[in-house]
């Protein structure tokens, strides 16, 4: 999620999860919207998993998401 902090696009990303500590809503619009989008991508990557066409050892723990 957090991959464009080395990047230009790293001083925005800081900006939002600065604000975010002081702003319970941004923070939880935050968590929603990360949250949900990490849990459809690791869904649709253990589907894949599941019909051979990902590695099994990928390591796509669906607790890790919650």
């Known amino acids: 999620m957090f991959v464009g902090l080395p990047n230009r696009d790293?001083?925005?990303?800081?900006?939002?999860?600065?604000?975010?500590?002081?702003?319970?809503?941004?923070?939880?619009?935050?968590?929603?919207?990360?949250?949900?989008?990490?849990?459809?991508?690791?869904?649709r990557l253990a589907s894949a998993q599941q019909a051979g066409e990902t590695r099994a050892e990928a390591g796509l723990s669906r607790s890790s998401i919650s």
């Open 10 to 43: 790293g001083a925005v990303i800081a900006g939002i999860l600065g604000a975010a500590q002081g702003g319970p809503g941004l923070a939880e619009a935050l968590s929603t919207h990360c949250v949900t989008h990490r849990r459809l991508a690791v869904e």
